[in-house]
């Protein structure tokens, strides 16, 4: 069989006719937007929002997590700064809880360990408030995502009339 023009322009109607359809779409869809505003209103409501109740503790685990060493660090910085600031002042009156224990160099050391790990933990907050965010409206997308074990293809021609006339098109 040769194949001439005309049947690569007849192949070529035919199949730009066509209309794909990865799924099923007739199903109610999650919205992503709803479910990230959810969560980005109480964590953990865009996940409850797509029926993923077991992200819930995770998320919680991880803020809670964040805040208790954004709170620990916190607590040491001002310590250490505090502890720094009665050293260095001159007055012979005023005396830290670190004498003997750290020189003034170490304090400084201390204090700045404990701001870079405060701010730290502040980005680790963040980062897991985003990430719970982002998640919940991933996860609304995916929802109505076949994942069955049937990956198999199955065309079937069709043909519609519509004001053109005739229109013949494969189904995939």
Aim: hydrophobic share 40%; proline share 3%; glycine share 4%.
């Amino acid at each position: 069989m040769k194949f001439t023009p005309q049947i690569f322009l007849i192949l070529f109607c035919f199949l730009s006719f066509s209309s794909i359809k990865a799924q099923d779409l007739s199903q109610s869809i999650q919205s992503p937007k709803k479910a990230a505003i959810l969560s980005a209103a109480l964590p953990g409501l865009g996940q409850i929002y797509n029926k993923k109740y077991w992200k819930v503790p995770i998320i919680y685990a991880g803020l809670l997590t964040s805040a208790y060493y954004i709170n620990d660090n916190n607590n040491r910085y001002k310590q250490y700064k505090e502890a720094y600031i009665i050293r260095i002042d001159n007055n012979p009156n005023t005396t830290d809880n670190y004498v003997g224990e750290y020189s003034s160099g170490d304090l400084l050391i201390l204090k700045d360990f404990y701001r870079r790990n405060r701010e730290i933990s502040i980005l680790c907050f963040v980062g897991t408030y985003i990430v719970n965010v982002v998640d919940a409206s991933v996860d609304a997308h995916l929802f109505d995502y076949d994942i069955s074990d049937d990956i198999s293809l199955h065309i079937t021609p069709t043909s519609t009339t519509d004001f053109n006339g005739l229109t013949l098109s494969l189904n995939l």
